[in-house]
């Protein structure tokens, strides 16, 4: 069983910036596409970053140039840095494999843009 641990969240200004982590356990991480996903209260889970075992990254339009997903493969470990944060980013926080996510949901670490 993959387990999967957020961290990196927290209170920031717009504008601002967070770099989240995500470490995971089991040897197959290397060959999943992860991404990170993001649930805003009374909203549905969306999937707002994704990268391939080889690298290859895509993005949705809301966060697309103000996001990058990045993987430590040696680490099992994948990171989103997030720049120019906007208060409609303000959402709980998950990794799991993507498009689909086939692992049991971590805590997620919090993210919360406000001035």
């Known amino acids: 069983q993959v387990q999967l641990v957020e961290s990196g969240g927290g209170l920031v200004q717009p504008g601002g910036s967070l770099r989240l982590a995500c470490v995971t356990s089991?040897?197959?991480?290397?060959?999943?596409?992860m991404g990170w996903y993001r649930q805003a209260p009374g909203k549905q889970r969306e999937l707002v970053a994704r990268i391939t075992s080889s690298h290859i990254t895509y993005y949705t339009d809301s966060v697309r140039g103000r996001f990058t997903i990045s993987r430590d493969n040696a680490k099992h470990m994948i990171f989103l840095q997030m720049n120019s944060l906007e208060p409609e980013d303000t959402a709980l926080y998950y990794c799991d494999s993507a498009p689909s996510a086939v692992w049991s949901w971590g805590q997620g670490t919090q993210v919360t843009v406000s001035s």
């Open positions: 089991g040897s197959t991480f290397t060959t999943y596409t």
